[in-house]
Each structure stands twice: as structure tokens, then as C-alpha cells.
T-cell receptor, first 113, second 113 residues
Framework: GESVGLHLPTLSVQEGDNSIINCAYS??????FIWYKQESGKGPQFIID?????DKRQGQRVTVLLNKTVKHLSLQIAATQPGDSAVYFC????????????FGQGTELSVKP | DTGVSQNPRHKITKRGQNVTFRCDPI?????LYWYRQTLGQGPEFLTY????????KSRLLSDRFSAERPKGSFSTLEIQRTEQGDSAMYLC???????????FGQGTRLTVV
């Protein structure tokens, strides 16, 4: 069936380095994507979103890239900080699925000081 | 705090008991979603409401589960005759509409003993 997944389950980076978290999706009808950050014991926190009519969107220290040709999404975090340590999820939304978000498994980001 | 509020934050119950969780969405949001999350997994969609109308229910939502949003504001999720397999984090999210940012609450962690 249709699914959203992540290439890497864990990612360890040095403080100050840039992080790249990847996500593959299979539903070609998906037209809206969100990245969430989830810390232990807390609910997912909205980071950034992107629509299918864009291929790049920037926020504060974060950039999301969308490649519709290969159905790939990535989250780039600049100058990674210890506070960025968390599990990151990508989620997709498509109008033909009633607008609900479908989540992937997640990538755990660990930032070493 | 004007975010999504969930109560209780934690619930421990004996197998066979009924439990009810409450979600208060962001006030102007007409969409409300319920998700379930188990350790190491992404949130799984359960059901969602557009105002007071329940528009979709996942196959995960067995007949022991029922959700309501009677006045289009807060919502409740009830689980009857709880089983150990119901132990999970139950997350609520709200949004302004389809294809809009969805914001999550901190979740209710259910433990069935």
C-alpha cells in the first residue's frame, strides 16, 4: 500500500555540523508534507511544511527539499545543536486521502557535544 | 496556553475497564484528529472530525473505540473493555482545514495492566 518511510533510523552528528534527514514517499497524489520533531514523552512539534508546487522551503535553521520526480523529501538542519536531539518524522497529506496525515517510522537524531 | 490540550496526560487502568480521554483543540481549528503511537513508531491515524462530523475512521478503530465531537469544539475518545494491546500514547491534533498545518497536543499515555 501507500506509505511514507525514512531511509535511516538513526543519525548521529557533531554539534555545529549540518544534519540531513531523508524521507521517501510512495503516494504520487501527496501534495503536502510536514516535518515534525518529537522529544521523549511529548507530542510531535511542527517544524516546517512544503506543498507539492514548491521544491524548497526555508525556515529558521531548517530547510525542506522536495523532489517529486523520485518522491523524496529531506530536512536539513544547519548548525545542529544538542537541543535538536529528538526523533524526526515526515508526514504526507493528499486530497484523495481526506486530508489526514500519514507518518513514517521516524529518524532519531543524536547530537554529540 | 493556546495550543492543543489533552487530558489526562497519563492513565493507568486495569484490563477490562473503560477509559475516556479529552482533547481541546486550538479554538478556531475546525479539523480534529486522533492518532495512536506505540514506542518506536510514527503516529497511526485513528479518526478525524470536520467540525462535529466524524469523516473517517481507520480500521484500527475497533468497535471498542468511539470518538465524539458533539459541539465541534472539544473531542473525547473512549475505549471500552481495555486490553493490554491498547497501551499506547494517544495523540490529538487540530488544524484550520485540509492541507493546513496540524498541531499536536502532548498526548495521553495509556497503560493497561
Amino acid at each position: 500500500g501507500e506509505s511514507v518511510g525514512l531511509h535511516l533510523p538513526t543519525l548521529s552528528v557533531q554539534e555545529g555540523d549540518n544534519s540531513i534527514i531523508n524521507c521517501a514517499y510512495s503516494n504520487s497524489a501527496s501534495d503536502y508534507f510536514i516535518w515534525y520533531k518529537q522529544e521523549s514523552g511529548k507530542g510531535p512539534q511542527f517544524i516546517i511544511d512544503i506543498r507539492s508546487n514548491m521544491d524548497k522551503r526555508q525556515g529558521q535553521r531548517v530547510t525542506v527539499l522536495l523532489n517529486k520526480t523520485v518522491k523524496h523529501l529531506s530536512l536539513q538542519i544547519a548548525a545542529t545543536q544538542p537541543g535538536d536531539s529528538a526523533v524526526y518524522f515526515c508526514a504526507e497529506n493528499s486530497y484523495n486521502q481526506g486530508g489526514k496525515l500519514i507518518f513514517g517510522q521516524g529518524t532519531e537524531l543524536s547530537v554529540k557535544p | 496556553d493556546t495550543g492543543v490540550s489533552q487530558n489526562p496526560r497519563h492513565k493507568i487502568t486495569k484490563r477490562g475497564q473503560n477509559v475516556t480521554f479529552r482533547c481541546d483543540p486550538i479554538s478556531e481549528h475546525n479539523r480534529l484528529y486522533w492518532y495512536r503511537q506505540t514506542l518506536g513508531q510514527g503516529p497511526e491515524f485513528l479518526t478525524y472530525f470536520q467540525n462535529e462530523a466524524q469523516l473517517e475512521k481507520s480500521r484500527l478503530l475497533s468497535d471498542r473505540f468511539s470518538a465524539e465531537r458533539p459541539k465541534g469544539s472539544f473531542s473525547t475518545l473512549e475505549i471500552q473493555r481495555t486490553e493490554q494491546g491498547d497501551s499506547a500514547m494517544y495523540l490529538c491534533a487540530s488544524s484550520l482545514g485540509e492541507g493546513r498545518e496540524a498541531f499536536f497536543g502532548q498526548g495521553t499515555r495509556l497503560t493497561v495492566v
